[in-house]
């Protein structure tokens, strides 16, 4: 199992971002999978996850009508989109699987397989 993140970079507040993961050696139609992000200080936290077992999405509150989290099969990827990019999304942003099941809230401890991580920088 592996994934990769890309696309961060450094945005001005109000602007777009669309982060990428790369998957291999799983299905991501049959594992459930998510984005978060660590910002500096603080505790890695859920941003949004995709449930296998009910078809359902998880979004963080702090993100919602902002960030728009998709999958591709034919390609193997998931993507975040970001909208009115705001200073306190500034963060490492993670993509991660733990395998067949619930989203589990977005749940960091609960997923065993995390990409690198890309770095977002919302900043003027």
């Known amino acids: 199992v592996q994934l990769q993140a890309s696309g961060g970079g450094l945005v001005q507040p109000g602007g777009s971002l669309k982060l990428s993961c790369l998957t291999s050696?799983?299905?991501?139609?049959?594992?459930?999978v998510g984005w978060f992000r660590q910002a500096p200080g603080k505790e890695r936290e859920g941003v949004a996850c995709?449930?296998?077992?009910?078809?359902?999405?998880w979004v963080a509150d702090s993100v919602k009508g902002r960030f728009t989290i998709s999958r591709d099969y034919a390609k193997n990827t998931m993507d975040l989109k970001m909208n009115s990019l705001k200073p306190e999304d500034t963060a490492v942003y993670y993509c991660?699987?733990?395998?067949?099941?619930?989203?589990?809230?977005?749940?960091?401890?609960?997923?065993?397989?995390w990409g690198q991580g890309t770095l977002v920088t919302v900043s003027s």
């Open positions: 991660a699987t733990h395998g067949y099941g619930s989203a589990y809230g977005c749940f960091p401890p609960a997923y065993d397989y």
């Open positions: 050696g799983f299905s991501l139609d049959y594992y459930a």
């Open positions: 995709f449930s296998s077992s009910d078809g359902s999405t």
